[in-house]
């Protein structure tokens, strides 16, 4: 017969080997069968759990011991490493610090000799945007100075009233030069500056083309400035009115030139322009 997926010879074997287990504990611990036994049994193998519990205490414990005794012993020097990481760091910030005192005692003493120097000199270094300038030109009661910056100087001729004005986009400024009531000044970037002869009024006017201009001539009631890349600009004598005009060999060309009532412009491979005086009818 099969009972629980087994026989009952089977069952028996099972119950066999637990009785045989069971003596031999009782047989380890010496206990006699019955219910004093398990109690005895039950107690001892709590016994035994709880003594494994305090033997892993013991090895924590030691682990703890052993681990505050190494860090107790180097502390030390840990101490002394970190006093002379400090000791070193302290060495630097006060080279650093005595360099930043040197700096600035060389700064004020730097400083004191500008001012000795410059004492009795007011007229020396007083424009703001120091850049090469060009020689002075005096226009009515003005000087215009013009610079490779785009900075255009204006002063009293004793040299008092100095006046700065920047342009926006002139780079390469040339000499002023007067038409009329109206100040030109080119640039070799294609800009061309106004003013009034007392310097006020700045205005600003750039050739969407033309590159390092030449100073503006003016033929009967036409302003003519010519440059590289084969630019011909008009204007009216106050400025307004700029027309652009370029050859097709696109080089670099001279001032114009009036002959009888042709404008004559030559150029730097050859070309030979020319124009009516109010700058229509260009012919290469």
């Known amino acids: 017969m099969v009972l629980g997926g087994g026989t009952f010879a089977d069952r028996a074997e099972v119950d066999q080997a637990h009785d045989l287990q069971r003596a031999a504990r009782n047989a380890e611990w010496n206990v006699p069968e019955g219910r004093i036994g398990g109690v005895i049994r039950q107690l001892r193998a709590r ?17 703890v011991i052993f681990a505050g005794l190494g860090f107790y012993l180097g502390l030390p020097f840990f101490q002394q490493f970190a006093d ?20 600035d005692n060389l700064r004020d003493t730097l400083r004191d000799e500008v001012a000795a ?37 204006t002063l009293a001729p004793d040299g008092t009233g100095l006046m700065e004005r920047q342009a926006q986009t002139g780079e390469g400024l040339g000499p002023p030069v007067l038409i009329g009531d ?70 670099q060309l001279n001032p114009p030139v009036l002959i009888g009532d042709t404008v004559f412009v030559t150029g730097s491979r050859g070309t030979i322009l020319t124009l009516a005086p109010d700058g229509s009818g260009l012919t290469e």
């Open 84 to 103: 002379g990481r400090k000791q070193t760091l302290d060495i630097q910030i006060d080279d650093i610090t005595l360099r930043i005192t040197e700096q």
């Open 182 to 251: 109206t100040v030109f000044v080119t640039g070799w970037d294609g800009t061309i500056l106004t003013l009034a002869p007392d310097g006020t009024g700045l205005t600003e006017r750039r050739a969407q083309t033309g590159w390092d201009l030449n100073p503006p001539v003016r033929i009967g009631d036409t302003v003519f400035v010519t440059g590289s890349r084969g630019t011909i600009l008009t204007l009216a004598p106050d400025g307004s009115g700029l027309t652009e005009r370029r050859v097709q060999t696109g080089e």
């Open 47 to 63: 016994g035994a759990e709880a003594q494994r519990r305090a033997w892993w205490l013991l090895v924590f414990l030691i682990i």
């Open 117 to 153: 120097f410059l004492e009795g000199k007011p007229d020396l270094l007083r424009a703001q945007t120091g850049e090469i300038l060009n020689p002075p030109v005096l226009i009515g009661d003005t000087v215009f100075v013009t610079g490779f910056g785009g900075t255009i100087l």
